[in-house]
């Protein structure tokens, strides 16, 4: 499509820069993308980015931030500043999501098939453990998002749950189906029309890390938008946080998995379920405390009853309190850096 113009939002931080380079290499060589927005939320590199965006003067924005805002306060300003850019759809990436080449078009290309252009679309994280499964994964039909993380009495979730601990495979008899609905989507790699970026609420910046995009995406969803993964384009994760399947439950006990990761992750579970969940509030409080329960129970088979496993559960259990408590002060232990 001649004369579409998208605007790319990403997140760096750290010493991440050598990653976000190769995604701002394989967008940038599309026109099309004709904004880049880089929410600069304490690079290490600074020096480099700036010389790397003297390469692109009228293409390259970098929004520096005074201190580290999490990745949630980060993508607020960046999806902020992409409501005013002169474009018709934003591509939300992380700063290790590198599409393939010509990954506009073949968006654009999967649009055609939805006429009235409320959709948002995902791309294919070819190399996230179980990704396949999404496109084998029947009966194609929307839900109404349930707004919730917690559905403990959820008869798929258990058999989820028990596939996942048991390491059984999918059907390989399974048919391969390239444009699949979503209940949700992620940020990363994600494709959406402007006027839903402009409509919808911005992510939640106070959750700092974690929960912001599923949120995010309930919000876009209620406003009347579907959303659909599709097969192409792919996009490869080249620093994925959870490598193996079923990380982001096993990987909550794994020692190289920060602590404040740990809490952020469980807190921001509770807070964005409490307040979007279409289950009661004691049937909701039942869910989180058998999950709670259950999780480290996991832990606890994983680890053993080590000190450091007593030091990850306490973090999960302060977490769920916290995430009831409206408010509380993070703990010290569980500090982000800056």
Request: proline share 7%.
């Amino acid at each position: 499509m001649q004369g579409v113009r998208v605007t790319v939002v990403t997140v760096v931080y750290g010493e991440r820069w050598s990653l976000l380079k190769q995604v701002a290499d394989s967008v940038l060589k599309d026109p099309k993308a004709t904004t880049f927005v880089i929410v600069d939320n304490g690079c290490k590199n600074p020096d480099e980015m700036d010389a790397y965006a003297l390469n692109y003067p009228d293409r390259v924005v970098i929004l520096r931030q005074a201190k580290n805002i999490g990745f949630s306060g980060a993508i607020e300003k960046g999806l902020g500043y992409a409501r005013d850019t002169d474009c018709q759809y934003v591509l939300v990436l992380d700063d290790d999501s590198v599409p393939e080449e010509g990954a506009i078009d073949m968006f654009l290309e999967n649009l055609k098939q939805f006429p009235d252009n409320k959709v948002v679309l995902a791309g294919n994280r070819v190399n996230v453990p179980g990704n396949e499964k999404v496109f084998r994964r029947p009966p194609l039909t929307h839900t109404i998002p349930k707004g919730t993380l917690f559905e403990v009495f959820s008869i798929k979730k258990l058999v989820e749950l028990v596939q996942l601990i048991l390491r059984i495979p999918m059907s390989a008899n399974s048919p391969f189906i390239p444009i699949v609905p979503l209940e949700a989507f992620v940020t990363g790699g994600s494709f959406l029309p402007i006027e839903a970026v402009r409509e919808a609420p911005l992510p939640d910046g106070s959750l700092f890390i974690y929960g912001e995009d599923l949120e995010y995406s309930w919000r876009i969803l209620r406003l009347g938008y579907a959303a659909y993964v599709c097969a192409r384009p792919r996009i490869i994760d080249i620093d994925m946080t959870f490598p193996k399947e079923g990380g982001h439950i096993f990987g909550l006990f794994d020692s190289e998995f920060a602590l404040y990761k740990v809490y952020y992750r469980t807190r921001n579970a509770v807070i964005i379920s409490r307040r979007n969940t279409t289950q009661t509030v004691p049937v909701l409080f039942v869910n989180v405390a058998i999950r709670t329960l259950g999780l480290l129970l996991i832990g606890l088979f994983t680890m053993g009853p080590t000190s450091a496993y007593v030091l990850r559960a306490r973090t999960i259990l302060r977490a769920v309190w916290d995430g009831y408590g409206n408010g509380r002060p993070i703990p010290a232990y569980v500090q982000a850096p800056n």
